[in-house]
């Protein structure tokens, strides 16, 4: 429930022109190309019955360099980094100390500003989530693998994993179940 009403208050503050702030925001940050196909990153030297990935990409890939603190780089990243900046530049616009807050606004200014404090994290180190990885390391059985992904949903709005599941495919092979580890 918590993360229901943390994404529709994104929401709100994306979609409502408080004090100018989202216009100025729709200005002042790069936007990723046009819509459709971006056939810059092609490489129409290849023929497409060759390789087609390569002629899809083949320009993209020779002059895009993955960023070092990153394992991989597409538009979503962007994107993501993105909508950083913009829910920075709320927040900040938030701590201006001529603006006085209402309640609510001043416990997400809080929540912000203490996920920044590096020096606090630090210190505390793991402290904060020792209790749920004594319980992942806890797990002997599926059901407990079931009650946990559930009070880590409950807790945090996301479970510590991803799972995908994934029926037959056309050529008759069994399904599969992707695991991947989530954000949290």
Known sequence: MKFVLFILFCATCFSHNSDGIVNHMENSYPSYGEWGIDTAGMDTD????????????????QNT?????????????????ISDMRVKDIVEAWTDPKTPLDPEKLKVVSLYQSYLNEEKLEELDILP????????????????????????????????????????????????????????
């Open 65 to 81: 360099q993955i960023p070092s603190d990153e394992t991989r780089f597409g538009s979503f990243n962007i994107v993501d980094r």
């Open 129 to 184: 989530i020792r209790a749920y990885l004594e319980e992942l390391k806890q797990i002997q059985s599926k059901e407990n693998l079931v009650a946990t992904m559930a009070r880590s949903m409950a807790d945090f709005g996301k479970t510590f994993f991803n799972l995908r599941g994934c029926k037959k495919n056309q050529f008759g092979n069994s399904g599969s179940i992707n695991v991947a580890v989530t954000k949290v």
């Open 46 to 61: 290849i023929h497409p019955g060759d390789d087609f990935y390569g002629y899809v990409n083949g320009k993209w890939n």
